[in-house]
């Protein structure tokens, strides 16, 4: 079946670096990406919808500056957090939606970022 | 904005049949989806209702009401590894995969 596969799967990084994520589509063509964040015992927040050759749409609250995306394939969507801070610290997950009116979503296995 | 609400824990026995209640007040509803989550890995998916009415699938079967902004997850013939975070979502807007999340219900199934 159709796997998303997000990279790296756990990152230490030093707090003011930055960091990025990517997604990747394995064996479909995901002309929508969407990305998440999970805090401990919480649940997912929706973050940005990433859709291949235009900008991403960011959910109220998200800062679009410290949080970059690109999708600049249909295959591959990467999230920048740019100047990290220990309270990025999270699980950070991608879906990726086939190319299609009724197009089936998958996960990614997600990515957990420690700031220190 | 919404509201996604639905029990934090549930406890229940191998064999038997749990249900998972999720109401929720949003605009641009266009779907709803359960998620199976364990610690530490990504959610995986079980059930989407769009319409009113059952789906069944396996051991997993979804209801949804949406005059009642309603869904249930039914569980049945538990197994211990059923053990998991249970996660409701809604879909909003024209865009299928805009999910916004419950915050989960961890069920714990005892032998």
């Known amino acids: 079946g159709a796997v998303v596969s997000q990279h790296p799967s756990w990152v230490i990084c030093k707090s003011g670096t930055s960091v990025k994520i990517e997604c990747r589509s394995l064996d479909f063509q995901a002309t929508t990406m969407f990305w998440y964040r999970q805090f401990p015992k919480q649940s997912l927040m929706l973050m940005a919808t990433s859709n291949e050759g235009s900008k991403a749409t960011y959910e109220q609250g998200v800062e679009k500056d410290k949080f970059l995306i690109n999708h600049a394939s249909l295959t591959l969507s990467t999230l920048t957090v740019t100047s990290a801070h220990p309270e990025d610290s999270s699980f950070y997950i991608c879906?990726?939606?086939?190319?299609?009116?009724?197009?089936?979503?998958?996960f990614g296995e997600g990515s957990r970022l420690t700031v220190l | 904005g919404q509201n996604i609400d639905q029990p934090t824990e549930m406890t229940a026995t191998e064999g038997a049949i749990v249900q998972i209640n999720c109401t929720y007040q949003?605009?641009?509803?266009?779907?709803l989806f359960w998620y199976q989550q364990h610690a530490g890995e990504a959610p995986t998916f079980l059930s989407y209702n769009v319409l009113d009415g059952l789906e069944e699938k396996g051991r997993f079967s979804s209801f949804l009401s949406r005059s009642k902004g309603y869904s249930y997850l039914l569980l049945k013939e538990l197994q211990m590894k059923d053990s998991a975070s249970y996660l409701c979502?809604?879909?909003?807007?024209?865009?299928?995969?805009?999910?916004?999340f419950g915050r989960g219900t961890q069920l714990t199934v005892w032998p």
């Open positions: 879906s990726a939606r086939s190319a299609g009116a009724t197009g089936e979503l998958f």
């Open positions: 949003t605009s641009g509803f266009n779907g």
């Open positions: 979502a809604v879909n909003r807007g024209s865009t299928l995969g805009r999910l916004y």
